[in-house]
């Protein structure tokens, strides 16, 4: 069975990245292939054209969306437009703030102090997504 590609869509910078590190290694650790703006933009690429082939070759996608990122909201409208499984991740420290276009989306709420829960969550998102494909791709 092929394995799921599941882009991550989050915050860059250093305070975000433990987050993102336990994000990425659930997402390994479920069976699944984590993309990351690591893995996607090369130096003198074009972000855009990065950004846009990496949400149409993904088979999943997670956003982080506790900080109001145009760059995350660009790239889930991609991945909107082009109907891609989607789970949204807010921030505790952000719940409540949150633009009315995405409420209808599977969102999760994580305390950044506790992530066993997200962890948890994510793992059961990939494995219902999985369930999904394999009849798709036997």
Not at 57 to 84: M, P, Q, W, Y
């Amino acid at each position: 069975m092929k394995k799921l590609q599941a882009l991550i869509l989050s915050p860059v910078d250093a305070s975000y990245r433990h987050i993102a590190d336990e994000i990425q290694h659930t997402i390994q650790a479920s069976g699944a292939t984590p993309i990351t703006v690591d893995n996607i933009i090369h130096p003198g690429g074009a972000w855009v054209n990065a950004m846009t082939d990496a949400i149409q070759e993904a088979d999943i996608i997670l956003a982080d969306v506790s900080r109001k990122s145009s760059n995350i909201f660009f790239e889930l409208g991609v991945a909107f437009a082009l109907r891609k499984p989607t789970m949204l991740l807010l921030s505790t420290d952000a719940a409540g703030d949150i633009p009315s276009e995405i409420l209808g989306y599977l969102m999760i709420t994580y305390d950044p102090k506790d992530l066993s829960s997200l962890k948890e969550t994510i793992s059961r998102f990939i494995k219902y997504q999985e369930s999904r494909w394999s009849g798709k791709n036997a």
